[in-house]
């Protein structure tokens, strides 16, 4: 039976097997991704597909340091937003364009008449103003159309901005696109070179570039000299710190990082044998009292070590002979040692004096000790001897 049953199986999984084959076929399938995750990052990677498909050299860069080593001055270069730039470097730029350089840049600072914008343009005397009424009335789209008579072109090129924004320059600027009786754009001559201001940019972006005439304004627009080249600064924010260090040295940032793992590792390793816990039981007063005195006695206070048993034995005896507690030291220590038969300097050392040294001091506690026994004795009240003047 279990051979019959083994069979059909064996029979059921074949034909199977069988089937797949029979209908399905192993093949590989290029799905293209496309340039989504570049053109996130680059807004101007469509202008720079274009222009290379018009075999105009081209390439798009990030970061300040194309700001700062500057092109040779038969290039174009496009940026978005100069942002601040010191002395030095502006400077550099403005020689770069008379020798012939093409610079073309979106003014990004409105213009205030109570806090001028520092940068460039406004050094330059070109100003970006924004009315509120030319926004309003431009419809859902929020944008004007220019007409841009271009040369050996059959009609004008129609390009969009932004209709809030437009530019003020000086009488001998040229006006390259004017749009709803305002300029959008505006092209200087300095010496040898040009410079380009746009009052927004957004036509050369990835998501406009496509529509009305922009690929073609903008091909138009950035032409370099002969042997030139197209450059696109989309991005000229600082990068920060860490990714500056990690294009110079990536290799030893890896190793600082693996360095400081391996030390956080070794913070949790034992190092030498274990410590055993303290004892958390309480001390009885015997180890208090010694802990005190060693102290004491190590700091210089071995005044305070019989104090309370002078003032205790002296309060005692003064209290039960009330006579000779308006005596001075001196006949008080005469009737105590009336009273104990000890000498009068030893009394007078014990309870007056302080010890010089330590076996001074042995004998001090030793004769204090003594006559605390006396006073207990019930002795104490006898009267004593009269002192001698």
Do not use: C
């Not at 500057?70 to 020689?95: F, H, K, N």
């Not at 103003?129 to 926004?135: I, K, L, M, T, Y």
């Not at 005439?213 to 091909?219: G, L, Q, R, S």
Request: charged share 25%.
């Amino acid at each position: 039976m279990s051979l019959v049953v083994g069979g059909l199986v064996l029979i059921a999984v074949t034909g199977m097997l069988s089937w797949f084959f029979a209908n399905f076929e192993r093949r590989t399938i290029s799905v293209p991704e496309g340039y989504s995750a570049e053109a996130r990052r680059n807004p101007l990677l469509a202008t720079e597909r274009f222009l290379a498909r018009l075999d105009i050299p081209v390439e798009s860069v990030a970061g300040r340091d194309r700001l700062w080593n500057l092109p040779p001055a038969t290039d174009t270069l496009v940026v978005l937003g100069l942002g601040p730039m010191s002395e030095e470097r502006r400077s550099r730029l403005m020689s770069w364009l008379g020798q012939g350089g093409h610079l073309v840049v979106e003014a990004m600072e409105t213009w205030n008449e109570e806090a001028p914008p520092e940068d460039l343009l406004s050094d330059l005397g070109l100003r970006l103003r924004f009315e509120p009424s030319d926004a309003a009335g431009a419809g859902d789209r929020d944008e004007v159309l220019a007409s841009v008579q271009a040369p050996d072109a059959r009609r004008p090129a129609k390009v969009a901005f932004q209709a809030g924004f437009s530019l003020e320059g000086d009488a001998g600027d040229e006006t390259l696109a004017t749009a709803a009786g305002r300029a959008r754009v505006i092209q200087r001559r300095i010496g040898q070179g040009r410079l380009t201001v746009l009052s927004d940019s957004a036509f050369l972006t990835n998501a406009a570039i496509g529509d009305h005439d922009h690929a073609y304004f903008a091909a138009q627009l950035m032409a370099p000299g002969d042997g030139g080249k197209v450059w696109l600064l989309y991005d000229s924010d600082m990068p920060w710190l860490g990714l500056l260090l990690w294009d110079i040295a990536p290799e030893a940032l890896a190793s600082v990082g693996l360095l400081a793992l391996f030390w956080l590792w070794s913070l949790g390793r034992r190092l030498g044998p274990l410590t055993a816990a303290p004892d958390r039981s309480r001390r009885n007063l015997i180890e208090h009292l010694d802990a005190s005195g060693d102290f004491l006695w190590r700091h210089g206070g071995t005044g305070h070590l019989v104090e309370s048993s002078r003032e205790r034995i002296l309060g005692g005896w003064l209290k039960g002979h009330p006579s000779i507690a308006r005596a001075d030291r001196h006949a008080q220590a005469q009737a105590l040692a009336a009273f104990t038969g000890e000498p009068v300097e030893r009394i007078y050392r014990s309870l007056f004096a302080q010890p010089e040294d330590a076996r001074a001091f042995v004998e001090q506690a030793a004769l204090l000790q003594g006559l605390r026994r006396s006073t207990r004795r019930g002795t104490v009240g006898a009267p004593p001897p009269e002192p001698r003047p």
